[in-house]
T-cell receptor, first 114, second 115 residues
């Protein structure tokens, strides 16, 4: 398996623009997580899905952030409108619910909002 | 809610010296504990995990960690540091959410290896 695939790897956008980050989880995994990493706040869990259903979005910072998982093999995290303080590395991770398993992380998307 | 505290945001050791990265957790139920490593511009990679059973857990790259319930600790060690160990290390505790398990991470410890 290719692992968790995120795109793009890098994104530079202007303040006010819409940004969409994409994630393909590992085939067969049924839990998907979006994390944000910054120097100030470390790794924050934004939202997670189980069987494509959002379970807990309490980490989503504002209404400008939204996430979807239309099927088991694809998820998006959208920021509209983007702001400079959204600049961070966004990670997607997937795991297999049930047994205690680790989460497998993608390479991340480095977002810069100017 | 469960939480993790990593003591020391930066640790520096000489090549060949002992590596000790500290992690304490808070949990109201028996925890599942993890150590992840992050190399520059990479995602997180699992080093080792504790679920049940033996309290001394061995992982990849010569790392090991010991679960001490009485101290609520899960410190990571390696007897002899190598230059390639320079990275950021994250301790995490598993928290049971509705229908899924999620990881709660510590703030991370950046390990520097001096030649």
């Amino acid at each position: 398996d290719a692992g968790v695939i995120q795109s793009p790897r890098h994104e530079v956008t202007e303040m006010g623009q819409e940004v969409t980050l994409r994630c393909k989880p590992i085939s067969g995994h049924n839990s998907l997580f979006w994390y944000r990493q910054t120097m100030m706040r470390g790794l924050e869990l934004l939202i997670y899905f189980n069987n494509n259903v959002p379970i807990d979005d309490s980490g989503m910072p504002e209404d400008r952030f939204s996430a979807k998982m239309p099927n088991a093999s694809f998820s998006t995290l959208k920021i509209q409108p983007s702001e400079p303080r959204d600049s961070a590395v966004y990670f997607c991770a997937s795991s297999l619910k049930g047994a205690v398993t680790e989460a497998f992380f993608g390479q991340g998307t480095r977002l810069t909002v100017v | 809610a469960q939480s993790v505290t990593q003591l020391g945001s930066h640790v520096s050791v000489s090549e060949g010296a002992l590596v000790l990265l500290r992690c304490n957790y808070s949990s109201s139920v028996p925890p599942y504990l993890f150590w992840y490593v992050q190399y520059p511009n990479q995602g997180l990679q699992l080093l080792l995990k504790y679920t049940t059973g033996a309290t001394l857990v061995k992982g990849i790259n010569g790392f090991e960690a010991e679960f001490k319930k009485s101290e609520t600790s899960f410190h990571l060690t390696k007897p002899s540091a190598h230059m390639s160990d320079a990275a950021e290390y994250f301790c995490a505790v598993s928290e049971e959410g509705r229908g899924a398990q999620k990881l709660v991470f510590g703030q991370g410890t950046r390990l520097t290896i001096n030649p």
